[in-house]
Structure formats: C-alpha cells, structure tokens
C-alpha cells in the first residue's frame, strides 16, 4: 500500500492551524490538518478570547469570516473589573460597545472555522510520534497509530510541545515559575450567585501578594477562574487533584487572609484543573529550513497575560497562508517572506508577554495595574 501523501500538511488543529488551512482553501489552495483529538467534540475548549483588531480581526478578514464573527461575540465580555485581595474595587469599567477587543467563547470560534473547511480537511485521532524530513524538500510524518503520510510543506501548529519544532530549534520550553489552578462554577446567578456578582459581565482580575485570580464570564452563565501564583515547578505535582476537596484546601492555602468571596473562587468550584506556564526564550528563531516551518504557540509560546497567544496563532496562519497563494509555485520565497515577519512580531509579543507576568506578580502588581488601567488610552 502506497503512503498518502499530501502537498499541504499542517499538523495541529488548533485556531492557528484551522486558520491558515481555511486562509488557504480562500485561495484555492487545498491542505490536510491532523489533530490529536479523537473528534471535534472530543474535549471543551472552554475559555474566553479577546480578538483584538491589530491581529486576530485581521487574520478573520483573510479568512472571509469577520462577519460570522461578530455575530458570535459576547455581549458585555470587554468589561473589565480589578479588586484588591480584601475585596476592594480599584478598577470598574463596563463595556459600552466600542472597544476594539470583543470577546467569545474559544470554541464557538474554533467551530467558526472547522466549519468553513472542506469535509474531510481535518483528520481527527492522529496524534504525531515524530517526522523526518526525506530529501527534496519532502517530509515525513508517523502517528502512534502506526500510519505515515509525506508532504511537500510541512506545518508545525503543534502548540507548546510541538514534535515538529525539533526540525528547526532545539529550544525547549521553560517553566515561567506561575502556575494556574483553573476552577469552573457552572449555572453561576443560580447556584454561585456570590461568585458571579462578584466577577461581573466581563473580564475579572483580583491581585496581590504576588498571586491572584483572573477570570471571565461565559456565554453559557458559568465562571472561568484562574487562581494563579508563584509556586517551584513540582509543586503541583505535590496535590491531588482527583480530591477536589484536598486540591482546593491546598490552593486556598496560598490565599490566606483574602476575602472570603474570592476565596469562594476556588472553594465553592464544581471543577478544578492544574496548569503550568511555560513560555520558549524571548526571540526565539530558527535558520530557514527547507519545506517546515512554525506557527502559534508550535513557534512562540509565551505566557498569557499579553493575552495575544491566540491572536498571534491565527495572524501566523493567516500571513503563512497569503505568503503562499502571494508565491505560487516557490514555496521556499513564501516561507522566507512569513518568517522574516514572524520573528520579530513573536519577539515583541513574548516581551510584552514576560513583562506583563512581571508586572502581575511582583510586590506591587495590584498598583501598577490600577495604574495601567487608570492612565490614559493614548498612554496603554
């Protein structure tokens, strides 16, 4: 049996992935994805995305669905609101409809996009053991269920443990020293009205103490929370987290003295989920390599309080994309042309990224951030 082989093969079907494969189907350019995960329903997505207008918006206008979007943006989801660990109210804004960041559910926005690709674009349950690359700008990929395809371009939209960046970079990623907790209150005005008066319509954010919680209301009514702190990278592996009861009273710990309605974020949770950050170095690039290259977190992961890891996944598929329908026929000028781009907008962001965890989770994180929040537009 001869092994498939495909002239465009992004491997990962994330927001990156998706979008460059549709950015490319836009221009008549067919391409394959491979995903991991059993089926499009495999797992929730969950979670809230601002998409902001100097990236995301723009790779949604590349990709035709800039309109489609807008009608699944969540009303209310730019509000913002910053407390102090006794409960004070340092920061109040409401969303009066003209920000340039509307937010929606990540994946009412992933199905946004799954949606306008071809049937049969995505191939689901193949999870990537590895690739090699063939001669002749060709590539190899093998799956743990044993299969391989070949491909003339391969693209790695593999996220933060990507199996194709040790093609181009021996760079791994780092642990940032913050570690999330994400805790989730669902049907929250009915069963967590506490909670859910407390965070309000739209994005949440209580600091101090070099920890917080950061969160979000979701479309369906329920509460995303993120308790965050500074914690040694083996911390989380001292709870068990299969004992919510035990995981929450250990994360709480680290919050003592706070008030007891933010404590209420973790203690009254109906989930609650570990996560570590890491983030690859600050400028982190490769020299061209013939027929691969990177997107999204796969060439630039970075912590999220910048807030542009998604934003930056779907700018790279949508810039990788036009690069190629821009050099039909050449494909090594396309990725040249993508990644001279790429590597200095990551290097910003990643900047921007590490200097806002900084900012966050130093001795007077709250203050710089009523500070930041309180200047001038112009100045932000």
Do not use: C
Request: charged share 25%.
């Amino acid at each position: 049996m001869s092994t498939p082989h495909h002239p465009y093969a992004i491997i990962g079907g994330g927001l990156g992935g998706l979008t460059a494969a549709r950015v490319l189907h836009v221009h008549g350019i067919e391409s394959a994805v491979f995903d991991l995960e059993a089926g499009p329903e495999a797992r929730t997505q969950g979670g809230m995305l601002d998409i902001h207008e100097e990236n995301g918006q723009k790779a949604l206008h590349a990709a035709g669905l800039h309109d489609d979007f807008l009608k699944i943006v969540h009303e209310g989801g730019q509000a913002v609101r910053l407390l102090g660990p006794d409960g004070t109210v340092h920061v109040a804004e409401e969303d009066d409809g003209t920000g340039d960041r509307p937010e929606l559910d990540r994946g009412e926005l992933r199905d946004l996009l799954l949606n306008s690709l071809p049937d049969g674009t995505v191939h689901w349950g193949r999870k990537v053991t590895g690739a090699r690359p063939l001669g002749d700008g060709r590539h190899e990929v093998a799956f743990a269920d044993g299969s391989v395809i070949t491909t003339d371009l391969l693209i790695g939209a593999d996220g933060t443990w990507s199996r194709i960046r040790p093609l181009l970079s021996d760079a791994r990623p780092v642990y940032t020293g913050v570690s999330f907790v994400e805790t989730d209150l669902y049907e929250a005005d009915t069963r967590h009205p506490r909670s859910a008066a407390i965070i309000g319509g739209g994005f949440f954010i209580a600091l101090g103490d070099e920890r917080g919680f950061l969160a979000h209301r979701e479309p369906d009514g329920s509460l995303h929370v993120y308790a965050a702190l500074k914690a040694d990278e083996g911390w989380i592996d001292t709870i068990d987290f299969s004992d919510h009861a035990v995981a929450k009273a250990a994360v709480l710990a680290h919050f003592d003295g706070w008030d007891e309605g933010l404590r209420g974020l973790v203690a009254d949770a109906d989930a609650v989920t570990p996560r570590r950050i890491h983030a690859l170095p600050v400028g982190h690039r490769w020299d061209r390599v013939p027929s691969v290259t990177l997107l999204g977190d796969a060439a630039h992961v970075m912590s999220p309080f910048a807030g542009e890891g998604a934003n930056l996944a779907m700018y790279d598929g949508a810039a990788l994309a036009l690069a190629l329908a821009a050099h039909p026929g050449d494909t090594e000028a396309a990725l040249t042309v993508y990644e001279e781009a790429l590597f200095p907008r990551s290097e910003a962001s990643a900047a921007e990224s590490a200097t806002s965890l900084d900012t966050m989770f130093g001795a007077d994180g709250l203050e710089r951030m009523v500070e930041f929040f309180t200047r001038s537009p112009a100045a932000q």
